[in-house]
């Protein structure tokens, strides 16, 4: 029987990464959980150097592909029965591609959008040890895609809300079915 794939998104800041890893933390005595970390495949990437490939379409076009192969190495782990959470940014747009992927592999998708407000998101994105977003201004369309998500896949993160707190939501909505696309 196949596994599930979670997908958790947001835009930069959101928090995706602290709730990917959370939620991936199975119980002692339950199956492990596959964490595929999209982000991580923006490495296998080798431009020349000095190359002129920073145009707009070659920026979408290499994200369109980051965004499959992370999608299929996560069902990869789901088609042999264990559950996958992809931490990834995917705007609600691509998400028609990521269902028909799940539904040629019967493998049953929830796709999760992490919320914060804009503020919050630049803060927590300016605060990084590692991959620091210094100037968001560049990131608000792409945090406006967001935005416009199904709210029924939406979780709104307040400043306040605490990692435990999120975690119970997820995973109380992952139980209901709250989450799931198909």
């Given amino acids: 029987m196949a596994g599930k794939l979670i997908v958790i998104s947001g835009p930069p800041g959101a928090g995706k990464s602290t709730l990917s890893r959370a939620l991936a933390s ?3 005595d339950a199956e492990p959980v596959a964490l595929v970390v999209g982000d991580a495949f923006w490495s296998h990437w080798v431009l020349p150097e000095g190359s002129q490939r920073q145009d707009a379409e070659g920026r979408h076009k290499r994200f369109k592909a980051v ?3 992370s999608t299929a190495a996560a069902l990869a782990y789901a088609m042999y029965g264990f559950d996958a959470v992809l931490d ?3 705007p609600p ?4 591609s990521i269902v028909k992927m799940a539904a040629a592999r019967n493998v049953a998708l929830s796709f999760i959008v992490l919320l914060p407000a804009k503020e919050l998101c630049a803060a927590r994105a300016a605060s990084r040890s590692e991959g620091k977003i210094e100037d968001y201004s560049s990131l608000e369309v792409f945090y ?4 416009a998500a199904p ?17 119970a939501k997820l995973r109380a ?5 709250a989450f799931a696309v198909s």
Avoid: R
Wanted: net charge negative; no cysteine; hydrophobic share 50%.
């Fill in 93 to 96: 747009g691509h998400l028609p």
């Fill in 151 to 167: 709210k029924t896949n939406v979780v709104a993160v307040g400043s306040d809300a605490s990692v435990d707190v999120l975690l």
């Fill in 67 to 69: 965004v499959m192969a």
């Fill in 144 to 147: 406006d895609q967001f935005a």
């Fill in 26 to 28: 199975p119980a002692p």
């Fill in 88 to 90: 990834f940014s995917i």
């Fill in 173 to 177: 909505g992952l139980q209901e079915g």
